[in-house]
């Protein structure tokens, strides 16, 4: 086999072929220990703030004055997961503007306006709020985690009663389109072109002395690709068992989740200032009202807060319409809660370790994913909680 075959083989592995959930799972939980060690936690809701906060507050609707979205880390991390993601569904020749019907679209805004509500009551998105919050030992990721679940199975439930009783969906609107065929276009010259100019943006950062931005712009494009050619999905990992039984999606949430939780607990042995770090005031009432809004909206718009930047990178027009009603409606109620006062009253800060120990706090997350993990495999074979 000569070279140019060889590469093309290796090309053909890494962008034509599908990844394995478990794959990508396990790569998240990886990079996302890596982000602790250099910066701070994966989260999507910091970027979103920061988007909102820069737009309303340019023309006083929230009083926050935001730094700039190209130099606020949170920002670029998302920056690096959307057009990480759209230069992998170009390379693999899996882009295009996908509109669907209205319905969905409304679903969509509605989903997204939940999800940015959630995560201001909480803190965090599904990613910053329950899975880096859960790995960094806080009390807060656990009661989210609960709230996810149950906002999960009520969007379920709402989606089942919608197809029997408002079903069939309402008509595309006119010019929808799916994915452009791949082998008849330029998608796979065109990802090339979005990549290299990633890095060259994260070039740009270095020359200019932000070279830990070009670090995390780095970060977001891998957690880009991985998403995208792995489809891992925290919407699936939660609504699925509730749905169809499947669990691929909640078992390589749980093996990335795993992977973070060992690895930011020996950061946080290591690094004595980062023992506390990402343990957010939000135990209880926060997190749990917070993850059962959001549970419900990324049942409706169909994405979480990663899910819905990376599937809009690869040209979801109901995910645009999802990301912009999390980044706006995130940014108001913050703003909101703060004014009030009320975002004193959602919690209290709770790291496990000062409470059960580093021992005790360990078994019981182990003992979580473990009986997480039995509940889905047993649902799996008996489909006692699935639906369909």
């Not at 990886?30 to 602790?36: A, D, Q, R």
């Not at 931005?213 to 609504?239: D, E, N, P, W």
Request: hydrophobic residues 55%; charged residues 15%; proline residues 3%.
């Amino acid at each position: 086999m000569g070279v140019r075959e060889k590469l093309r083989e290796d090309y053909e592995a890494l962008f034509r072929k599908q990844w394995p959930v478990w794959a990508g799972g396990l790569l998240i939980g990886i990079i996302n220990v890596f982000l602790f060690l250099f910066s701070q936690p994966w989260t999507t809701l910091d970027g979103a703030l920061n988007w909102g906060d820069w737009v309303l507050g340019r023309i006083g609707i929230v009083r926050t004055e935001a730094l700039s979205p190209l130099l606020r880390s949170g920002s670029v991390i998302n920056f690096g997961l959307l057009f990480g993601a759209m230069a992998s569904a170009l390379l693999a020749g899996e882009f295009g503007i996908r509109v669907g019907p209205r319905r969905e679209l409304v679903k969509g805004l509605i989903g997204g306006l939940l999800l940015g509500t959630g995560a201001a009551l909480a803190r965090g998105c599904n990613i910053g709020g329950f899975f880096s919050a859960t790995s960094a030992l806080a009390a807060s990721g656990l009661a989210m985690g609960v709230g996810l679940a149950a906002g999960a199975f009520l969007g379920t439930r709402y989606l089942l009663w919608e197809v029997e009783h408002l079903a069939p969906a309402m008509a595309p609107v006119a010019g929808s389109a799916g994915p452009l065929a791949p082998g008849r276009t330029l998608q796979p010259y065109l990802g090339a072109a979005v990549l290299f100019g990633i890095i060259l943006w994260a070039f740009l950062y270095g020359h200019l002395g932000y070279a830990d931005r070009a670090l995390i712009l780095f970060f977001g494009l891998l957690l880009g690709i991985v998403c995208q050619r792995s489809r891992v999905c925290f919407v699936q990992a939660f609504r699925e068992p509730f749905l169809t039984g499947d669990s691929r999606h909640t078992r390589a949430m749980l093996l990335g989740l795993l992977v973070s939780l060992v690895g930011f607990a020996l950061v946080k042995t290591a690094i004595f200032e980062k023992a506390e770090e990402f343990v957010r005031p939000t135990f209880w009432v926060g997190s749990l009202l917070g993850g059962l809004i959001f549970g419900v909206g990324m049942v409706l718009a169909g994405g979480c807060g990663g899910g819905a930047i990376w599937r809009a990178g690869e040209g979801h027009v109901k995910l645009w319409v999802a990301l912009t009603g999390y980044i706006f409606s995130a940014s108001l109620v913050r703003d909101w809660l703060l004014r009030s006062g009320f975002q004193e009253r959602l919690g209290t800060a709770v790291f496990l370790p000062e409470v059960l120990g580093w021992r005790g706090s360990f078994a019981l997350l182990l003992g979580v994913l473990l009986l997480w993990y039995l509940v889905t495999a047993w649902n799996e074979a008996t489909r006692k909680l699935a639906t369909l």
